[in-house]
């Protein structure tokens, strides 16, 4: 089989190591689009794509009004657009896009009309009628809606909503993540890599450190806890992640005076990820709730359970529904909420490691490469 693969612009190894296991070895090509996002993914000097890659462009990039294309998305706000691609599909014997709303759907769409090709849409939304701004989004998605082959989703919240918006039933499929288990798994502690102490309590955050990641919040939540240490033992935030924010995140350190237990860690290789996670007490997802977006999904949590480390989860978006009884929750938007939760959890040497074993069988029970592939395996096999 020969499988095109239209990701958008999030080419990063864990979209990878599933498909590498898919049954029957297909032949898989990667459409990916260049952008800033993928840049700073680039950044990680992660391991190179497994699969043959054919470059996408936006319409501010090339073309012959990409000059004024890219005017206008600077100054008027004007959305990029995918340049056409359908007739690069023609001879797959599948496709696979995501979200219902993007320019990759509307030409893989296009090309299923053309070439006969079934299509799976992979959708992480999780908002009823979320991205509709304009006129040529809805009109995508309502195409999406009726033409797409499969739907492929990751958690019960998208299923949900795909049946409010209208998707048939039937044509819905679960698929799980994966995480590598054999690469995220507990061992020793790299703690001195990280400039940490051994008899330090470590709270981590891997993430963007934008607004809806709740890493305000988290900061709040550990002024609290930096005047009564659980154990009287130092406190340290470990912070993984870059982009847009950090000059915010830092201002808000420094007006809370955290600056002696935070360690900013920059954005670090794939590879290097578990020992992050090794190194923490805990591992805090916060992220809020916006009218515009709830955490799809939270990747980082299944790398850190499956790495043994005990997690703490915002009740936003498919949080609860990933952690399920194997982590503690805690209202988003509220740091006493999440100050609560995390003194709890670090008062507690019993709680943790309960929270350890149940975090590694969740992740062997749930979401491993495995139960990834045999899943968007049995899907192929059905509609080709």
């Known amino acids: 089989m020969k499988l095109a693969l239209l990701i958008g612009n999030r080419h990063t190894p864990w979209h990878f190591r599933g498909y590498r296991r898919l ?41 012959p009004a990409s000059f004024l294309h890219a005017l206008r998305e600077r100054y008027a706000r004007r959305e990029p657009r995918i340049r056409p691609f359908a007739e690069r599909l023609q001879g797959f014997d599948a496709i696979q896009s995501w979200e219902l709303f993007t320019d990759w759907t509307a030409e893989a769409l296009e090309a299923r009309r053309r070439f006969d090709i079934p299509l799976a849409v992979m959708v992480w939304d999780n908002i009823p009628f979320n991205n509709e701004q304009t006129e040529e989004r809805l009109a995508v998605k309502r195409r999406a809606l009726r033409e797409t082959d499969r739907f492929i989703v990751h958690t019960e919240r998208s299923r949900r909503m795909l049946l409010i918006e209208g998707a048939d039933s039937s044509r ?14 507990p061992g020793p502690s790299e703690r001195a890599a990280f400039g940490l102490d051994d008899g330090d309590l470590v709270v981590l955050f891997v993430g963007w450190f934008l607004p809806r990641k709740g890493l305000d919040f988290l900061l709040m939540a550990l002024r609290e806890l930096t005047d009564r240490t659980p154990g009287g033992r130092p406190i340290r935030l470990l912070m993984v992640g870059s982009g847009p924010g950090r000059e915010r995140i830092e201002a808000l350190i420094a007006r809370l005076d955290l600056a002696a237990h935070c360690v900013f860690a920059g954005s670090l290789p794939y590879r290097r990820m578990p020992a992050a996670f090794r190194s923490a007490d805990a591992f805090v997802l916060p992220s ?50 999440l100050s609560d939760a995390l003194r709890r959890l670090l008062e507690s040497d019993d709680l943790r490691r ?3 074993v149940a975090a590694r069988k969740r992740v062997s029970d749930r979401f491993t490469l495995d139960h990834f592939a045999n899943a968007l395996s049995l899907l192929y096999e059905e509609i080709t």
């Open 23 to 63: 049954r029957g070895a297909p032949e898989i090509t990667v459409f990916r689009a260049e952008s800033e996002i993928q840049r700073r993914f680039d950044e990680r000097d992660d391991e190179e794509s497994p699969f043959h890659c054919e470059p996408l462009h936006f319409d501010t990039q090339q073309g």
């Open 172 to 185: 819905i499929v679960y698929v799980p993540p994966g995480v590598d288990a054999d690469l995220f798994c």
């Open 288 to 337: 809020i709730a916006t009218p515009e977006w709830q955490e799809q999904f939270g990747m980082s949590l299944i790398e850190a359970m499956a790495c043994g480390t005990p997690v703490i989860g915002a009740s936003s978006g498919a949080i609860p529904e990933i952690i399920g009884d194997a982590g503690l929750l805690c209202q988003p938007n509220d740091f006493a909420s």
């Open 354 to 356: 309960e929270l350890s």
